[in-house]
């Protein structure tokens, strides 16, 4: 089930960041949210899109926007991945797939003739209202970061 919907109130909810804090969408009114939502800290194409999001920080922080990232890793894995690749931005823990459960990115994945439930890669755009413009699903990683930027500089 979609609970989200373009031009809606996005839904709240409280997770903690690789911070160690609790963050609250709603805590960001005022700035435009890029919320994505990724598979695993440390596979190739979660870092590669970290990492693109990594270089684009500043121009993205231009357009008075954050990121979050969302995935079901532990703090700690997160507090890694971070160091790892030196993101300037927060993480967010999903463990119990709550969040990813109301923005229904939890799909049914094939892997290696396994089915599994993992994270669809996913990014909402959301305006300083907490109003979603724009959502990105089954992300290919290659020039989304780019697709990102030119959505964020219409609104």
Do not use: Q, W
């Not at 797939?97 to 669809?120: A, F, H, P, Q, S």
């Not at 109003?131 to 089954?138: G, H």
């Amino acid at each position: 089930m979609n609970n989200i919907e373009i031009n809606k109130e996005c839904p709240d909810f409280s997770l903690l960041g690789s911070d160690e804090k609790l963050h609250k969408l709603s805590d960001y009114r005022g700035k435009k949210v890029i919320l994505y939502f990724y598979p695993k800290d440390n596979t190739p194409g979660c870092t590669t899109e970290a990492c693109d999001f990594r270089d684009y920080y500043v121009e993205i922080s231009n357009e008075n926007a954050i990121i979050l990232g969302i995935s079901k890793d532990t703090l700690s894995s997160h507090d890694k991945f971070i160091s790892k690749f030196g993101l300037p931005f927060i993480l967010l823990s999903d463990e119990d797939k709550k969040v990813c459960e109301l923005y229904d990115v939890l799909k049914e994945k094939n892997m290696y003739g396994r089915k599994t439930i993992g994270i669809e890669r996913s990014t909402f755009i959301i305006d300083e209202s907490g109003i979603l413009k724009k959502e990105f699903r089954k992300v290919k990683v290659k020039d989304h970061v780019n697709e990102v930027l030119e959505f964020l500089r219409t609104i």
